[in-house]
């Protein structure tokens, strides 16, 4: 069965860094999205992106990431300088349209921000 | 706001019970809902989604139903497993081409199933 496919599955990066995660998403969806999960809190959605360019994204999405699709089958989340309360599961998710016939989730990155 | 509310407490069931589960959605008007499995550590797993025009859909020992009256949907496992251990999502969706796709997702419900 097709899958999202995230890396790394676990990254420690020191506060004020940058740092960039990846996604591979499944290879005929259009959509694409980026939702994080702090521990023991619920899946907030971050972003969606269609056609190359964002499409929505939440008040957590401020100007300290950026989302991108450097080539046909990477998607990539970018946190600039990285705060401790940035420390989450990330998943990637993506789908065919528009999420009316569900969603894929990958197995997500555990950022750690120390 | 809008606002999505699953029960907070875990729900412990006995092997081959039922187990049902609800969501309730407030200052929304979802044409789609999903439920979705999330086990520890993993990303959530679409399991159902049901249309606002539909009253009941089935899959498996899955039953999800959708009351757009009462805001409401429930979710329920027949004959649960121990393997049906996990967190279940609720997650409305606005139309298509309204949201482009954004899914808010409940805190989701915990279920334990003991042999």
């Known amino acids: 069965e097709p899958e999202v496919t995230q890396t790394p599955s676990h990254q420690v990066t020191q506060m004020g860094q940058e740092v960039i995660l990846r996604c591979v998403p499944i290879?005929?969806?259009?959509?694409f999205y980026w939702y994080r999960q702090i521990l023991g809190q619920k899946v907030e959605f971050l972003v969606s992106?269609?056609?190359?360019?964002?499409?929505?994204k939440s008040e957590i999405f401020d100007d300290q990431f950026s989302v991108e699709r450097p080539d046909g089958s990477n998607f990539t989340l970018k946190i600039r300088s990285t705060k401790l309360e940035d420390s989450a599961m990330y998943f990637c998710?993506?789908?065919?349209?528009?999420?009316?016939?569900?969603?894929?989730f990958g197995s997500g990155t555990r950022l750690t921000v120390v | 706001s809008q606002k999505i509310e699953q029960n907070s407490e875990a729900l412990n069931i006995q092997e081959g019970k039922t187990a049902t589960l609800t969501c309730n959605y407030t200052?929304?008007?979802?044409?789609?809902l999903q439920w979705y499995r999330q086990d520890p550590g993993r990303g959530p797993v679409f399991l159902l989604l049901?249309?606002?025009?539909?009253k009941e859909k089935r899959k498996e020992r899955l039953k999800v139903t959708f009351d757009t009256t009462l805001k409401q949907s429930l979710f329920h496992i027949t004959a649960s497993q121990p393997a049906d251990s996990a967190t279940y999502l609720c997650?409305?969706?606005?139309?298509?081409?309204?949201?482009?796709?954004?899914?808010?997702f409940g805190a989701g419900t915990q279920v334990v199933v003991t042999p």
């Open positions: 998710a993506s789908s065919e349209v528009t999420g009316v016939y569900g969603y894929t």
């Open positions: 290879s005929n969806h259009l959509y």
């Open positions: 992106f269609y056609n190359n360019e964002i499409s929505e």
């Open positions: 200052n929304y008007s979802p044409a789609y």
């Open positions: 049901i249309r606002e025009n539909e």
């Open positions: 997650a409305p969706l606005r139309g298509a081409t309204d949201s482009w796709g954004k899914l808010q």
